[in-house]
């Protein structure tokens, strides 16, 4: 049985609509990351950086799955009905509820989730759909002790050790709009060369040499939709 890990960055929401954090229009363009995306930003301005995730929270319901999105919750759907003989989990980049809302369900949010806020005190982390605000208290404890629960600048990324195990058991590693250069994402597709194929979706050619031994140019709401129906045909 085929097990595919597709890693997704920011290129493939961006087809929804979404602002992207990097690039010429990027968020970054009109936020210094040091106040809005690290632990220190948030020590020092608390509202300032709720402010800006309660903005982008807001955003989410404006925009919706594409057609890459959909792709791969079809193929994930297809192996779990016996209709294509593989197994798919993505590991996404994506603080954005987008993979899910297609319809996947194997999904890794290595930088966490834009609708979940964290409790600092006890460590909850509940489901948040409205704004937040440093006096919010959290539904678990009532300590006004909440943060997005969104990995920043400094802080390691979740669920590593999973990430791990699906990296090391994969046949075949994908890469879907990502820049390559945060880590350890970007390291991803290094750690799995010697067991499995690897591909990549992007707009634009990788600068220098690239790793993958296949690279697809374009929009992913073409690309990835035309490789998930050669799968299943095949």
Known sequence: MPRIVVLTGAGISQESGLQTFRGPDGLWNHERIEDICTPQGFARDPLRVDRFYNNLRAQLPTVH???????????????????WPGHLTIITQNIDDLHERAGSRNVIHMHGELLRLRCTHCHATPAWHTDCTPDTPCPACGTATLRPDIVWFGEMPYHMEAIARQLEACDLFVAIGTSGVVYPAAGFVDSVTDHADTMLFN????????????????????????????????
């Not at 799955?65 to 009905?81: I, K, S, T, V, Y």
């Not at 690279?215 to 035309?226: K, N, Q, S």
């Open 65 to 83: 799955p594409n057609a890459a999105h959909r792709a791969l919750a079809a193929l994930e759907q297809a192996g779990r009905d016996g209709q």
């Open 203 to 234: 707009l634009e050619a990788p600068p220098g040499r690239s790793t993958f031994d296949q690279t697809i140019l374009g929009p992913a709401t073409r690309t990835v939709p035309a490789w998930t129906r050669d799968l299943l045909k095949a």
